[in-house]
């Protein structure tokens, strides 16, 4: 199917106008009216540095790059499970699973993910993981084990906070799953169910081969977009000190004073990365289109 070539009209060149007008507005003022002497030479240095014995490393935004895509991608795989879960949960035939499924979105929903975040390190994170030993444990373990640790998640010292971070993150996130898990099952067809029936499959393998399938298709560019929503809400976490983007960018503006600098970067860096999990999600989506067509 061929698609159809965007044509701009007037109205697209204006507001492509405004926006170019505002943003030179924005930078005129701050360069004349504010008096802000720009410094974008130094911001390479906080990208990567160079050792002497390792050659070039990476330094302080790019580590908090780094560190935003391990959280992401943890809390994600978190929350897409305890969002399934609950997805099942909630369109169960038992009343029971369907009331602690509504009780966890309605509970998670009407939170705001900052006491979450809070609620998790104080009173559950903190208390936890002091009681079990995990930082400990984790800092008795040999020079590689802690390498791996920290190149997965996060370095010794901050294992506990990432561990508070990803469940605070994922419960959080999870909720939302869990409706766009219900909505895709819901959206299949009654018939499929009956035809599935007929053919004598249990309610396991209905849901398992005849269901899931459709719905994952049609979920897909929700869960996609919940993906990209936890990028975004993992800066929520630099308030307990995880050293990941928006943390470091803070750190960096404190020591440096380059707030306009600073932030454009790590706006630049939060665009690219949203922006190429866009980009595969819809690499995604052709190939089941494709496939599923044949």
């Keep these: ?19 170019s007008g505002m943003i030179t507005a924005l930078f005129f003022k701050i360069h004349t009216v504010m008096d802000y002497q720009w410094n974008w030479s130094v911001i390479s240095e906080y990208l990567f540095r160079y050792d002497p014995e ?54 998670v929903r009407n939170i705001p993910p900052l006491v979450l975040v809070f609620i998790f390190y104080f009173f559950i994170g903190n208390q936890i993981m002091t009681a079990l030993g995990v930082g400990d444990m984790v800092r008795s373990l040999s020079p590689a084990s802690r390498y791996w640790i920290g190149f997965f998640f ?5 294992f506990p906070e990432f561990i508070s971070a990803v469940i605070t993150l994922g419960i959080y996130e999870g909720a939302y799953i869990t409706e766009i898990i219900r909505s895709g099952i819901e959206s299949v067809n009654k018939e499929q169910w009956e035809a599935s029936y007929a053919l004598g499959l249990s309610k396991y393998q209905q849901m398992l081969y005849v269901i899931m399938p459709q719905a994952v298709r049609r979920i897909l560019p929700s869960l996609a977009g919940q993906f990209i929503s936890t990028i975004k809400d993992s800066s929520i976490v630099s308030v307990i000190s995880i050293q990941e983007l928006t943390f470091q960018g ?7 004073y380059l707030t306009f600098e600073v932030w454009i970067t790590i706006t630049v860096m939060y665009f690219i990365l949203t922006f190429c999990c866009s980009l595969l999600v819809g690499q995604i989506e052709i190939y089941y289109r494709v496939h599923l067509d044949k």
């Design 1 to 19: 199917m061929k698609r159809n070539s965007f044509k701009p009209n007037i109205l697209d060149v204006l507001i492509l106008l405004v926006v």
């Design 54 to 107: 390792h050659g070039w490393v990476p330094n302080m935004l790019v580590q908090g790059f780094m560190m935003t895509i391990r959280l992401s991608i943890w809390a994600t795989i978190l929350a897409v499970i305890l969002g399934t879960g609950m997805g099942l949960c909630k369109v169960s035939e038992h009343l029971y699973r369907r009331l602690i499924s509504n009780a966890y979105v309605e509970m």
């Design 154 to 158: 996060a370095p010794a010292s901050q």
């Design 250 to 256: 803070m750190e960096l503006m404190a020591a440096t």
